[in-house]
């Protein structure tokens, strides 16, 4: 069996940027864990897998240890692939996910990601998660499957290496650490999901859907510019829907190969 494979950098302009997610289009699902196998042979942080349902298609993301309920640099990937590899032609892609339902638009070159909102809550300060860092936050908030801790100093954000051991020990999927952007952005962030076999995730959509919340109501914005000051690093358009949030980026094809199975 012979598989189409994809790699393409999300989140970014330019290749070797951005977060580099797989897509491998399929007309049907296989076992899972052919899939699973397939994402930890590929050693991305997601592997995305589709097939078309309906009018639209079903999406699946996979790191290279477990399935994950939704990820937004893959989403935006796969509709790359879609409208520039697939002759998708239609003003909109929609997707039906562990996450609900998502929909994708483009606007100019960007990909406008439609993903639900992520409220984060105020929650106690789990002395392991303080552990991590070497800085008391500013604020301590939780998802629903994410920690958000907030400090006042972008450089910190940036540089912080943060104890690994510790943040595998929390009770939840990953940490994202966020501060007020000193620059041409709104604020600046990174993530990191040891849990999930993601050490630090270069630029992570699915966080924003934390963050883009909490900095709206912090800086009385719906209309926020964002960067992921990870190594590799990109740059998000964010909108603030209420329930719903937009989050936007460019995509370039890395390469195309093939699976064989």
């Not at 899939?35 to 993301?61: C, K, V």
């Not at 994950?68 to 640099?73: A, I």
């Not at 996450?99 to 789990?126: A, Q």
């Amino acid at each position: 069996m012979k598989l189409p494979l994809l790699q393409v950098d999300a989140f970014t302009n330019q290749v070797f940027g951005g977060n580099p997610a797989a897509v491998v289009p399929l007309h049907e699902w296989l076992p899972d864990d052919v899939l699973q196998q397939i994402a930890m042979e590929n050693n991305l942080s997601e592997t995305a897998f589709f097939i078309p349902e309906d009018d639209g298609y079903h999406i699946r993301w996979f790191t290279p240890s477990v399935e994950v309920n939704l990820c937004g640099h893959a989403t935006l990937a796969t509709s790359h692939v879609l409208y520039n590899h697939l002759d998708y032609s239609g003003k909109m892609i929609r997707f039906r996910s562990r996450s609900g339902d998502l929909s994708v638009r483009t606007e100019g070159d960007y990909y406008l990601l439609d993903f639900p909102s992520d409220k984060p809550e105020t929650v106690e300060r789990d002395e392991r998660l303080l552990k991590a860092f070497d800085r008391n936050p500013v604020e301590v908030l939780k998802g629903k499957a994410d920690f958000l801790v907030v400090f006042d100093d972008e450089n910190y954000v940036r540089e912080v290496v943060p104890d690994m051991d510790m943040i595998k020990k929390l009770d939840a999927e990953g940490v994202i650490i966020t501060s007020r952007s000193d620059g041409e952005f709104d604020f600046v962030s990174r993530f990191f999901a040891p849990r999930l076999g993601i050490p630090e995730d270069p630029v992570t959509g699915s966080a924003h859907t934390v963050l883009i919340p909490y900095w709206s109501d912090r800086l009385g914005n719906d209309t926020l510019a964002a960067r992921q000051v990870s190594k590799r690093g990109g740059d998000l358009k964010c909108r603030y829907l209420g329930d719903r949030v937009e989050i936007g980026g460019r995509a370039r094809t890395y390469l195309e190969g093939i699976i064989y199975l």
